[in-house]
Nanobody, 127 residues
Framework: ATYLVESGGGSVQIGGRLRLTCEGS????????MAWFRQVPGRDQREGVA????????NYADSVKGRFTISEENVLNGVKLQMDSLEAEDTAMYYC????????????????????WGQGTQVTVSS
């Protein structure tokens, strides 16, 4: 079965750091695009945080540029998200997403284009 599994979430103080990991069941070349999204309770839409494709093209939401870094996790056929200088506004459920298609910049951070999703991992940032 095709799946994505996130790990690494937790509670951290403002200014702290966390690393999220997404493990995939399929070889990386079958998931040309992978991304991290987040969702805050009460909001229907998931916000695109960072994306990476098999060509190495990377995109970030403006709100996380300079603080978050997405990279490949080759052993787990997935991706990682290093989150530094965390802010209270980063509190959310974080989801890993994947799709077999390559995407342009706008599509890469749009949740409507991804067909495989993980169950999510909670990140809580507080003072």
């Amino acid at each position: 079965a095709t799946y994505l599994v996130e790990s690494g979430g937790g509670s951290v103080q403002i200014g702290g750091r966390l690393r999220l990991t997404c493990e995939g069941s399929e070889p990386r070349y079958k998931r040309r695009s992978m991304a991290w999204f987040r969702q805050v309770p009460g909001r229907d839409q998931r916000e695109g945080v960072a994306s990476i494709d098999i060509n190495g093209d990377i995109n970030y939401a403006d709100s996380v540029k300079g603080r978050f870094t997405i990279s490949e996790e080759n052993v787990l056929n997935g991706v990682k998200l290093q989150m530094d200088s965390l802010e209270a506004e980063d509190t959310a459920m974080y989801y890993c997403a994947a799709d077999s298609r390559l995407m342009n910049t706008a599509m890469s951070l749009d949740d409507r284009w991804y067909r495989t999703w993980g169950q999510g991992t909670q990140v809580t940032v507080s003072s």
